[in-house]
């Protein structure tokens, strides 16, 4: 078959990944806007299981994984100053350009063609795809195919009324799936973090809108957004900063997260996967999981 990937994030590598593991006579060529060095956010985490089940399914890529990753076992949530601490959950972090640079090189491994740096387009289908008989839609959660035709894919789409930040920090929280709840004179704010690499955590910010619209969020440039994080969150943060990495969005760094659920996956030779075809909320960590469950 000849396959058409659109978005080279963790779902639709890892499709192309898989489709040449069940027949390696596939013809796959994955297009993707950012550089193969280049992505979005910080680090990830999934449990256990999931790293069990990409074993099952890639032992190649999956060991390679392994011996990358942070585990930790624990959820710690930090309270009006009490730590509540619950055991045997099972997590384990990772990069997100990492995880993708892995999964880029094993794909390569097994003929997989990328052109990166390259923009599709909904008329590319009809157009320059049209050969194709398969078009996978692997292009996250604003996805241009489903956006086009959200009938067809009988798609709900739900913004979410809070807003959240995704930082790095240098500051370890390696031993715990860490939630932060702060009380301050504009209301809640609250973190999930947790350590992707040797060196960095992921430390995501969330609030109301009234709490962020209160402490003037939406007036500041995303350096001093972290600034201001990082002042709210200093007794957590051991001396270290919040680091930001979100220079392509314009305006504020914080964003709404939409609640995607499309009760329709197919249309035509057209499927969607990942983040384009549903969203899972990042506190529950399994974005990436799903992505990968659906290749
Ligand atoms: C703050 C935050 C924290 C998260 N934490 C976790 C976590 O801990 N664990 C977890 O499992 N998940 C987490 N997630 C969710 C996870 O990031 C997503 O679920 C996952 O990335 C979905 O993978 P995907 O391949 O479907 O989409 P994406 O990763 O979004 O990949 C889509 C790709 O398509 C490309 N693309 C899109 N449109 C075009 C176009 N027109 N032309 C060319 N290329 C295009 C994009 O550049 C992108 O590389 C988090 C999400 C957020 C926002």
Redesign the pocket.
């Known amino acids: 078959m000849k396959i058409i990937v659109?978005?080279?994030?963790?779902?639709?590598v890892y499709l192309a990944i898989s489709m040449k593991l069940k027949n390696p006579g596939h013809d796959i060529t994955v297009?993707?806007?950012?550089r193969d060095d280049d992505?979005f956010?910080w680090?990830?985490?999934?449990s256990d299981q999931t790293m069990e089940n990409l074993r099952v399914n890639d032992p190649v890529s999956a060991e390679t994984m392994i011996s990358e990753l942070i585990h930790w076992d624990d959820v710690a949530v930090h309270h009006k100053g009490e730590v509540i601490r619950s055991g045997g959950h099972g997590f384990i972090g990772i990069g997100?350009l990492r995880l993708l640079q892995i999964l880029f090189e094993r794909a390569r491994q097994l003929g997989v063609i990328f052109h990166f740096e390259?923009?599709?387009?909904v008329a590319d289908i009809k157009g320059k795809f049209a050969d194709a008989d398969l078009i996978v839609a692997?292009?996250?959660?604003?996805?241009?195919i489903r956006n086009h035709d959200l009938k067809a894919f009988d798609c709900d789409i739900d913004m979410r009324p809070n807003k959240?930040v995704?930082l790095g920090t240098h500051q370890r929280f390696d031993d715990a799936f860490t939630f932060i709840f702060e009380q301050t004179e504009h209301g809640w704010i609250w973190v999930h973090a947790?350590q992707f690499d040797e060196k960095t955590s992921?430390f995501?910010v969330e609030c109301s809108t009234e709490t962020y619209e209160s402490f003037g969020f939406d007036k500041m440039d995303h350096e001093e957004s972290a600034e201001t994080c990082r002042r709210i969150f200093e007794k957590y943060l051991g001396g270290h900063d919040l680091m930001t990495k979100s220079a392509h969005i314009r305006g504020s760094a914080w964003i709404n997260?939409p609640r995607v659920l499309c009760h329709q996956w197919v249309k035509d030779n057209v499927v969607l996967?990942?983040?384009?075809a549903h969203?899972?909320h990042?506190s529950i960590?399994?974005?990436?999981?799903?992505?990968f469950e659906d290749a």
């Not at 659109?6 to 639709?12: T, Y």
């Not at 680090?43 to 999934?46: K, T």
């Not at 390259?118 to 387009?121: A, G, P, V």
Request: no cysteine.
């Open positions: 659109l978005g080279g994030g963790p779902a639709g297009y993707e806007r950012n992505t956010g680090g990830v985490v999934f997100r390259t923009e599709f387009e692997a292009d996250g959660l604003n996805s241009k959240f995704w947790y992921t995501i997260f996967i990942g983040d384009a969203t899972a990042f960590g399994s974005g990436t999981k799903l992505g």
